[in-house]
């Protein structure tokens, strides 16, 4: 079996409505990047990255530039063979973020190839352990009133979420205090609630933060500082105030293992867009659980619900507030806070190429 064709396009898909985080701002829409490989059987992978508008191009270019020549005619079903060749080949010009953006493209398309192949669905493929994921509410919710965030809140309980997260991050902590307030008193307390700062605080804001958001029995508090400080993340979890997760802007297994021996993290956050793929996410849900550590996820649910349903030590699965439901044949269902993993090959994901192409921008 041999790679006999790779196509990579990048598309702008326009957000329902303006949505702000932190360290991202003003939020209008977002780049989908997708790959799609063809094996001399004509049985095609399809891999995806999602990333913030603008960006989406140059990651396409790397696949296109890098990758393309590099693995035609090799055998797509030698993935750990591919991934470190794609790594060699560009970890001098840079091993950080779009690399690892680009790596991921091309390795969930090879995922997504090998359980066509085998008509295996891919939570099966990697080892399978519980179908059915717990799952959250990622709402970006920053730049919205008190009224339409709980509004918003009310929305994800009736979509079936039991549990949500909301986004800190305001001109000041009081703003953010008055906010969860009214989050916990809108939520039963049967609801669980999350909350990220996206590195919104110094180390010394963040310290006066937990003091404050403890009462809120939070089930973490997600990037309070910025994503790479470990001695800083070492410090606050030191405190024992609020549980942290972090993880989803490190790009390395050798970033995702300081931030765990640094003690950093309660829950640790790997995304597979971000750290390389299903191949490297997999190796850090292995080392999370070597240290008795949960692992979560961050973005492309359609995808994590697959690997964390292969994970033993699988906590909760973000639902991102970028959804491609209207792109796609078949959205994940949540039922009472689970969405089960798909059972069609590969990953499932049939994106509607003909609607698509009205986003094209390359």
Request: charge should be negative; proline fraction near 4%; glycine fraction near 6%.
């Amino acid at each position: 079996m041999f790679i006999s064709d790779i196509k990579i396009d990048t598309y702008n898909i326009p957000l329902p409505e303006p949505v702000e985080a932190y360290a991202a701002g003003i939020m209008k829409s977002f780049d989908l990047v997708i790959c799609r490989i063809t094996n001399d059987n004509d049985v095609e992978g399809i891999g995806y990255i999602t990333v913030h508008e603008n960006q989406g191009k140059a990651i396409a270019q790397i696949i296109k530039d890098s990758f393309v020549d590099l693995l035609k005619n090799k055998d797509p079903r030698y993935i750990e063979y591919l991934w470190n060749l794609m790594w060699k080949k560009v970890h001098y010009a840079g091993r950080g973020a779009p690399v690892s953006f680009a790596i991921a493209a091309v390795d969930v398309a090879l995922w997504d190839l090998k359980g066509k192949y085998l008509k295996e669905p891919l939570w099966s493929l990697l080892g399978g352990y519980q179908k059915n994921v717990l799952c959250y509410a990622g709402n970006i919710d920053l730049n919205f009133s008190k009224d339409k965030l709980l509004e918003e809140a009310t929305k994800s309980l009736d979509q079936g979420f039991r549990a949500i997260k909301m986004r800190l991050g305001r001109e000041t902590l009081k703003e953010d205090l008055e906010r969860l307030d009214a989050m916990r008193n809108h939520l039963s307390s049967d609801i669980s609630l999350m909350a990220d700062a996206n590195e919104a605080w110094t180390v010394n804001q963040a310290m006066k933060a937990f003091n404050e958001i403890e009462k809120f029995n939070l089930v973490w508090l997600e990037e309070p500082i910025k994503p790479d400080d470990f001695e800083g993340y070492k410090y606050l979890r030191s405190l024992g105030k609020v549980p942290i997760a972090a993880g989803e802007n490190l790009h390395t297994l050798a970033e995702m293992n300081l931030l765990i021996k640094h003690n950093g993290v309660d829950y640790v956050e790997p995304d597979l867009t971000t750290c390389g793929g299903i191949t490297a996410y997999m190796k850090v849900a292995k080392l999370a659980e070597i240290n008795n550590l949960p692992v979560v996820s961050h973005g492309v649910h359609e995808l994590h619900v697959h690997l964390l349903a292969a994970c033993p030590n699988a906590s909760y699965m973000e639902f991102h507030a970028w959804r491609i439901d209207n792109y796609i044949e078949e959205k994940l269902s949540i039922n009472n806070g689970y969405s089960p993993a798909p059972d069609k090959p590969g990953h499932g994901v049939v994106f509607d190429f003909e609607k698509l192409s009205k986003l094209k921008i390359d």
